[in-house]
């Protein structure tokens, strides 16, 4: 997983450098977006779908299980 992680990370800031400002966020969202990713299909071309999903944008979130409805706040 680490090493998907810096392989990605590594072809997003050459492609187009992040913000330094946003560094630390972008970081986590792209490890939200891997594990998610492995998750969902621990045999997908984790490097390409990682680098589209993070530049499509957001992360992909998944239900909790058992969840129905949104919690009430």
Not at 7 to 27: F, G, H, K, M, Y
Not at 63 to 72: A, I, M, Q, W, Y
């Amino acid at each position: 997983m680490t090493a998907t992680f810096d392989t990605v990370w590594a072809i997003l800031e050459e492609q187009r450098p992040v913000d330094p400002l946003s560094v630390a966020a972008e970081r986590e969202r792209l490890g939200h977006i891997i594990v998610t990713l492995w998750r969902a299909d621990p045999d997908c071309d984790l490097v390409t779908k990682a680098v589209q999903q993070f530049r499509v944008g957001g992360v992909l979130l998944t239900p909790l299980p058992g969840l129905t409805k949104p919690l009430d706040l």
